[in-house]
């Protein structure tokens, strides 16, 4: 019967052709019908997609049919995708179809799949700044899959053995905890999962730590560098102050009170795996450590008044750099690890001084008769900025290690106080106490570009940028 519909139907429009002269009639739409046969093994459950002429696809089934009403009077080009790897098809893809007006026109798709099985990753990611953009993981070096930093993304179709999973994509400050890449055995018809732990550490100057006193005590806090969240990594009842970042970013070291008086500690960045480096009845104060991650330069009383010492990141080694009958106080490294730079009295006002990285050589490069304190070296090395009250109030100061090309950085009639270079040396973030209260401020390294990270109304200072990584 459908052969005789087809033929009435085109003679009709011949007659309607002839009764109106040269004027033809455009035949009306008609029907495409798009079925999928699917033979073999494995086959996906999600079916494939198919589309006309480019546009939007839609689902079908691996053994399907699909009948599209009103498709336009010609010629369209009909594509099938989303096959899985252990599927081939048979002819053409895309492939043409002619459509005429009151006709079902057919497309098959002949799709043929060999025994197969899925693999299941996991992403699992801790840390503080965790990657938005996710990672991708590559199976044999080849087959590539986006997934996000917490998510579990699947790929069905994989031939049983042995595969090669590799995640990538992963931030310089995360870690993936396990093998990487790891030797994966698919099994047919059966699913095989992988968890890929990542732990992240502070990014490029994504956080600054910084000492506060909301909570009723001297806390470590971080803040992220567009100033949206604040967390408390300490929480503890005594005063924890002076946080320093390791060069990798994720160990905070600092001071606390917490044994009875001030003694050095270390912390993992997110605040845990706390540990008591020194363990002496004087006070240790001050922590900065060496750009290599191995020493941790601070100031002492133990030998009855306050200078520069050194002792490995593990509190082993504890070597007293300065002896002078006056105090020396915060050290900070320069970035090549070869010199210290820190404030001392001994000329009967704080300065900020330089030696060697073992105390030798010593010598003055404020010469100031106002005090001068918490000097912290640019990235690049050319520059130490500093505070001192020589104009009448706490400013930050910026000098050349040669003692030349002193700036004044801050010009406000508040005190600023206890600077840090960023890496990168674009920027420094301070305390200042210019709308009121001691806030965490950032000011672009010589320009006057200046934001206000902090407001509490209770005291923010000592700020300490994490890494550049």
């Known amino acids: 019967m459908k052969p005789l519909i087809s033929v009435t139907v085109a003679a009709l429009f011949i007659g309607l052709a002839a009764g109106c002269g040269d004027d033809l009639i455009e035949p009306g739409p008609g029907m495409l019908r798009v079925t999928t046969v699917t033979t073999g093994a494995s086959f996906d459950p999600d079916g494939y997609r198919f589309r006309v002429d480019g546009g939007d696809s839609r689902a079908i089934d691996v053994n399907e049919t699909v009948i599209l009403p009103r498709i336009s009077f010609g010629e369209h080009t009909v594509e099938l995708k989303g096959l899985t790897m252990n599927c081939s098809l048979d002819g053409e893809n895309p492939r043409a179809a002619y459509v005429t007006g009151g006709q079902i026109s057919v497309v098959t798709f002949r799709v043929s799949c060999t025994a197969a099985g899925s693999l299941e990753v996991t992403s699992a990611t801790t840390g503080m700044t965790v990657d938005i953009n996710g990672y991708a993981f590559t199976v044999d070096q080849t087959l590539d899959r986006q997934i996000g930093s917490n998510a579990t993304a699947s790929i069905f179709g994989l031939s049983p053995g042995d595969h090669s999973v590799e995640l990538s994509g992963v931030a310089a400050n995360c870690a993936v905890g396990d093998e990487n890449p790891r030797t994966l055995s698919i099994t047919a018809d059966a699913t095989t999962s992988t968890v890929f732990d990542v732990s992240c550490a502070p990014a490029l100057l994504d956080y600054i730590a910084f000492t506060s006193e909301r909570d009723g005590n001297k806390e470590i806090y971080i803040i992220t560098r567009t100033a949206s969240e604040f967390t408390n990594l300490t929480k503890h009842p005594a005063s924890d102050y002076q946080a320093s970042f390791a060069p990798n970013g994720t160990k905070i070291a600092f001071t606390s009170d917490r044994d009875g008086d001030p003694e050095i500690y270390v912390m993992n960045y997110d605040g845990t795996g706390l540990t008591n480096l020194t363990t002496d009845a004087a006070a240790d104060e001050a922590p900065a450590w060496s ?179």
């Open 291 to 469: 750009p290599d991650g191995s020493r941790i330069a601070f100031t002492s009383d133990r030998d009855g008044n306050q200078d520069i010492y050194v002792m490995n990141a593990d509190g082993t080694g504890v070597t007293r750099l300065t002896q002078t009958p006056e105090a020396d106080r915060s050290p900070a490294w320069s970035p090549e690890g070869g010199r210290l730079a820190f404030a001392s009295r001994r000329d009967g006002n704080w300065e900020i001084y330089l030696a060697e990285a073992d105390g030798q050589n010593a010598r003055n490069l404020t010469n100031s008769s106002a005090d001068e304190d918490s000097p912290t070296w640019s990235t690049d090395a050319p520059y130490i900025a500093f505070a001192s009250n020589r104009d009448g109030n706490w400013e930050i100061y910026a000098i050349r290690p040669n003692g030349a090309d002193l700036t004044n950085l801050t010009n406000d009639m508040g005190d600023d106080v206890t600077p840090s270079w960023a890496p990168g040396s674009a920027k420094i973030a301070f305390a200042t106490d210019r709308d009121g209260d001691l806030e965490i401020y950032v000011l672009t390294a010589f320009g006057r570009d200046i934001r206000k990270m902090t407001d509490d109304g209770r005291p923010d200072i000592q700020p300490s940028w994490s890494p550049l990584w």
